[in-house]
């Protein structure tokens, strides 16, 4: 019963799953910027390459 106790006590697994979170969070925000911006920026480039070809 005491191990059962202290294996619950143990908190050492804790921070890598914690670390492990964090940084898949932080991957997630960065993919989403960098889609983001990906389709902003070839949004404006198809925009100014309209304009070109129109004048």
Do not use: P
Not at 1 to 6: A, L, R
Not at 21 to 37: E, H, K, M, Y
């Amino acid at each position: 019963m005491d191990k059962i106790k202290s294996f619950f006590k143990d908190e050492e697994g804790a921070s890598a799953v914690e670390y492990a979170l964090l940084v898949s969070l932080i991957a997630v925000v960065i993919i989403t910027a960098v889609r983001t911006l990906g389709t902003n920026a070839s949004t404006t480039l198809n925009r100014a390459a309209t304009a070109i070809a129109n004048t």
